[in-house]
C-alpha cells in the first residue's frame, strides 16, 4: 500500500503557508521525484505552535513534513516554550520573501511619503496576530523613523489584518505578496511602498520605504521542519526531493508569482541559520520588551 506524506501548513488560509504547501506540491508531481501520496493537514490555528505539536510526537517518521517561518521561533522564545526547532529537524530553507506596506485603496496617502510625514503628525493603527511578531516588529521600526504614534492592534489571524484595513479597523498594515495579492488585484488594497533595499519585480512601480527617508527592510525566510529524530537517510531523501523541485516550471512559477527568490539552504547549513535567526530575535525581542523575563538578553 501507498504510504502517505502528511504535509503540515502552519498558517490559516488567507496566508502565504498554504499557497507554498499547494506550490510546493505540484512541484512534486511535476517531478515525478515521489511516489507518495500526499495530503494537506492545516494547523494555522496558532501558527508555529500547533505545527510543531503535531510533529513532535511523531519522531523519526519519514512521512510528515511541515511549512515553517520565523514563528517556529519567536512562539518558543515569546511563551518560554520548551519546544522549538531545536527539538525537530531543520530540512531546508527555501525561499527568501519581502514584506510591502499596504493601505485601503481608497486611504488619503498618495504615496508613501505623504503616508511617513501623516503618520509622524498624528496616531494611526496597524495590525497583526500576535505582539512580537514581523508585523509588530516591522509597526515600531516604522514609527520609531517618524517618531509618530502607532497602535499595534492584535487581531485573530493574518488575514484579518486584511479585512481591517478594508474595513477601516485599521490604517495601515505589512504584508507579503502571497497576502495582499488577491486584495490588490480586487483593487481593495493598494501597495505604497517596498520594504526592501531596491523596488521588488512583483511590483517593480512601486518605490522602497527608504527612497522617501525610512528605510525599514526585513527579509523573511520560508522552509520545511520534520519531526524530531530524523535519520541521516530521510534527511537526504527530502533534501533530494527539493532540489527536483527547484528545477520545475511549477516552482519558478510560484518564485515568480509571488516575488520570492530561491534562498536554498539544507540540513546543517539551515540549523546553523537558524541558531543565528533565534538570537537576533531574542535580542530584539528583548529590546522591545516582549520576553518573558527569564528568556531577557543579558
Known sequence: MTSVVDFIVHGPPGSAPPVLAD?????????????????????????????????????????????????FIQAPLLRAMATSHRNLTPIARLVADRYFLVVRADAPWPDAGAFLADIARRPTRTGGYFKGGINHLLGLSIADRTGGQVEFVVVPS?????????????????????????????????????????RRPRFPDVPTLGEFGAPVTFELWRGLMGPPALS????????????????????????????????????????????????????????????????QPG
Open 23 to 71: 506550490a510546493f506540491i505540484a512541484g512534486v508531481r511535476e517531478a515525478g521525484i515521489d511516489d507518495r501520496a500526499w495530503r494537506l493537514v492545516p494547523r494555522g490555528d496558532d501558527p508555529g505552535v500547533d505545527a510543531m505539536a503535531t510533529l513532535m510526537p511523531r519522531s523519526a517518521d519519514p512521512d510528515v513534513l511541515s511549512t515553517c517561518t520565523p514563528v
Open 158 to 198: 493574518e488575514p484579518a489584518v486584511w479585512v481591517g484595513l478594508i474595513e477601516g479597523s485599521l490604517d495601515w498594515g505589512c504584508g507579503v505578496a502571497a497576502e495582499i495579492l488577491p486584495h490588490v488585484e480586487a483593487g481593495t488594497l493598494r501597495v505604497l511602498a517596498a520594504l526592501d533595499h531596491e
Open 232 to 295: 541521516a537517510n530521510d534527511q537526504a531523501r527530502w533534501h533530494a526531493i527539493v532540489e527536483a523541485v527547484r528545477g520545475t516550471s511549477a516552482w519558478k512559477t510560484y518564485l515568480a508569482g509571488q516575488g520570492q527568490e530561491d534562498a536554498y539552504l539544507p540540513g546543517a547549513g539551515f540549523s546553523a541559520f537558524l541558531e543565528r535567526e533565534w538570537d537576533w530575535y531574542e535580542r530584539h525581542l528583548g529590546m522591545a520588551g516582549l520576553l518573558p523575563q527569564r528568556s
